[in-house]
């Protein structure tokens, strides 16, 4: 794996540990990660159910595709971060005029974006194009 991989692999993961993103099989999830560096990155990962321990290039979230969001969940998430605006969601971009927010954009509502999308496990770095990831079978990650 190459470093820029494992470093992003790394910060995705990382991410994730609030929402019980699963790895390897249904019922294993991350509890912790050690990240070490030396000359080179090293990590390990711990898996919970198993206690096992590997090393990140041997570890494969299941994350949803961003084409699997639903339009339910484009509803909520516009209803979580601009329910009075013109902006909207599709699988690749926040589509939101300029005008909606005028020439500023908060950290803050970046920040909820970006926890949304991990909530939902939904892969916005594309690592299953990468093959980081795997995609989650539908029923995996269920929206309640």
């Known amino acids: 794996m ?12 990382c991410s994730r540990l609030p929402y019980g993103v699963k790895v390897l099989g249904k019922n294993m ?20 159910e198993v206690d096992k321990t590997l090393w990140i290039e041997d ?14 969940e484009k509803k909520e998430l516009k209803a979580n971060t601009c329910p009075e605006g013109t902006g909207y969601f599709d699988e690749k971009y ?3 005029p300029m005008s909606h927010y005028g020439e500023q954009i908060s950290y803050d509502f970046m ?3 970006l926890e949304w999308l991990n909530s939902h496990h ?9 093959g980081l990831a795997l995609p ?6 269920r929206i309640n």
Not at 2 to 13: A, G, M, Y
Not at 29 to 48: E, F, M, N, R, W
């Open 94 to 96: 926040l589509i939101c």
């Open 59 to 72: 570890v494969k979230p299941y994350l949803r595709p961003m084409s699997s969001m639903t339009e339910e």
């Open 29 to 48: 999830y991350i509890s912790s990660i050690d990240a070490i560096h030396k000359l080179d990155l090293c990590t390990l990962v711990h898996l919970t």
């Open 122 to 130: 939904l892969d916005y770095r594309g690592l299953i194009p990468k």
């Open 111 to 113: 920040s909820v974006i």
């Open 136 to 141: 989650a079978p539908p029923d995996m990650y």
């Open 2 to 13: 190459k470093q820029e991989d494992e470093e992003l692999l790394l910060r995705d993961l």
